[in-house]
Nanobody, 127 residues
């Protein structure tokens, strides 16, 4: 059974770049048909899909975040990473990594859109 675990700093200053890593165990991020996603949930709001990287390395982003978002992977470590630049307090959220079978471009997803989730990590943007 695949497991995902987010890691990264819990506090980021405004204007800096937020960087998170998702470590995957129990399955390869190169397994065909699977996509590896970043999703966030600001306090009091719903889930927001940020972007994904596929089994072949292709990336797709939420248009509302595309100019600030970059997703990459390290297949030797079975990890994929999120970088979000020029953060503001509005980027404060719980950030999740999740797996989908097939490409899921769903700006406002539900948990059932993805078959495996990390536990989530709180990131606060504050000076």
């Amino acid at each position: 059974q695949v497991q995902l675990q987010e890691s990264g700093p819990g506090l980021v200053k405004p204007s800096q770049t937020l960087s998170l890593t998702c470590t995957v165990s129990g399955g390869s991020i190169r397994t065909i048909f699977y996509y590896w996603n970043w999703i966030r949930q600001p306090p009091g709001k719903g889930l927001e899909w940020m972007g994904t990287i596929g089994y072949g390395g292709t990336t797709y982003y939420n248009p509302s975040l595309k100019s600030r978002t970059s997703i990459s992977r390290d297949t030797s470590k079975n990890q994929f990473t999120l970088q979000l630049s020029s953060v503001t307090p509005e980027d404060t959220a719980v950030y999740y990594c999740a797996r989908s079978r097939g490409l899921k471009i769903v700006p406002a997803p539900t948990r059932t859109d993805f078959d495996s989730w990390g536990q989530g990590t709180q990131v606060t943007v504050s000076s």
